[in-house]
T-cell receptor, first 113, second 116 residues
Framework: GAVVSQHPSRVICKSGTSVKIECRSL??????MFWYRQFPKQSLMLMAT?????????EQGVEKDKFLINHASLTLSTLTVTSAHPEDSSFYIC?????????FGPGTRLTVL | AQKVTQAQTEISVVEKEDVTLDCVYE???????LFWYKQPPSGELVFLIR??????QNEISGRYSWNFQKSTSSFNFTITASQVVDSAVYFC?????????????FGTGTRLQVFP
């Protein structure tokens, strides 16, 4: 099956710093990638939809200036959490779509101290 | 609006028992897709099944089976002869097609614990 990777898998940072998370589709081209956030013992909440070469579409309540998404190629999307605060600590999961199926990355656990 | 409800928050069973995870959905679309994903403790989502709204046939894959009932807007998942390795959180999801992309709307998940 299709493989999606995320890097890093875990990151711990100080409050106020920015963190970049990469999502790559390793063996297929994904015109659309999605970013989800999952708080402990909760469901996945879609943050934004990212299309290659265009601006991301953010879900209601997600700050686009805080969560910067770049989809520079058909195999790479990045999520940058700017000026991270403890409340941004969460599990961030990306997925890449072939148009028929979504393949999920392994997730990135962000802890902001 | 689209919505997925998984009323069972946690289920505990003993190995070899059968267990059914419930999923009820709401949508105004006539064409939609339903999914089940497994999330083990490692966190990575594992795709289990995708079913389109026009295919109401039940499906069996090994110990897994799915019952799609459009009349009750339900897409239930049964694990037969459960095993400890089945312990995970299971999510039901509904796809909302928007500009040819599939936005997934997840239920709140059901945590399944299988005890030896």
């Amino acid at each position: 099956g299709a493989v999606v990777s995320q890097h890093p898998s875990r990151v711990i940072c100080k409050s106020g710093t920015s963190v970049k998370i990469e999502c790559r589709s390793l063996d297929f081209q994904a015109t659309t990638m999605f970013w989800y956030r999952q708080f402990p013992k909760q469901s996945l909440m879609l943050m934004a939809t990212s299309n290659e070469g265009s601006k991301a579409t953010y879900e209601q309540g997600v700050e686009k200036d805080k969560f910067l998404i770049n989809h520079a190629s058909l195999t790479l999307s990045t999520l940058t959490v700017t000026s991270a605060h403890p409340e941004d600590s969460s599990f961030y999961i990306c997925s890449a779509s072939t148009g028929e199926k979504q393949f999920f990355g392994p997730g990135t656990r962000l802890t902001v101290l | 609006a689209q919505k997925v409800t998984q009323a069972q928050t946690e289920i505990s069973v003993v190995e070899k028992e059968d267990v059914t995870l419930d999923c009820v959905y709401e949508t105004r679309d006539t064409t939609y897709y339903l999914f089940w994903y497994k999330q083990p403790p490692s966190g990575e989502l594992v795709f289990l099944i995708r079913r389109n709204s026009f295919d109401e046939q039940n499906e069996i894959s090994g110990r897994y089976s799915w019952n799609f009932q459009k009349s009750t807007s339900s897409f239930n998942f049964t694990i037969t002869a459960s095993q400890v390795v089945d312990s995970a959180v299971y999510f039901c999801a509904l796809s909302e097609r928007s500009y040819n992309t599939d936005k997934l709307i997840f239920g709140t998940g059901t945590r399944l614990q299988v005890f030896p």
